[in-house]
């Protein structure tokens, strides 16, 4: 069965670093577009990043100029490399992707389990 399983969540102070990694496995027979979303306390959930198959990337303004997503094809891994991190990036984080499993007809979405990111100031 496909699976998303995210690491590199934790606790960081402002102006630091983490990079989220998320792993597609199990029977996939292509990936399309991989992404970033996450959910603070009390709001709905947002796009953070995207990234196609191609390699073309679309970002939130909030984190453009210190977010960057990149994806490793070989590897089904995306990641979500965060700088300069602020209080306000505070959330939990879910892996997307648009996955096609061995043996259907169509792509699937599919959701990791969600990372927490905590950003003390």
């Known amino acids: 069965q496909v699976q998303l399983v995210e690491s590199g969540g934790g606790l960081v102070q402002a102006g630091g670093s983490l990079r989220l990694s998320c792993a597609a496995s199990?029977?996939?027979?292509?990936?399309?577009?991989m992404g970033w979303y996450r959910q603070a306390p009390g709001n709905k959930r947002e796009l953070v990043a995207s990234?196609?198959?191609?390699?073309?990337?679309n970002y939130a303004d909030s984190v453009k100029g210190r977010f960057t997503i990149s994806r490793d094809n070989a590897k089904n891994t995306v990641y979500l490399q965060m700088n300069s991190l602020l209080p306000e990036d505070t959330a939990v984080y879910y892996c997307?992707?648009?996955?096609?499993?061995?043996?259907?007809?169509?792509?699937?979405?599919?959701w990791g389990q969600g990372s927490q990111v905590t950003v003390s100031s």
């Open positions: 990234i196609t198959s191609g390699g073309s990337t």
């Open positions: 997307n992707a648009q996955i096609w499993p061995i043996a259907r007809m169509r792509s699937y979405d599919y």
């Open positions: 199990g029977s996939i027979f292509s990936i399309n577009t």
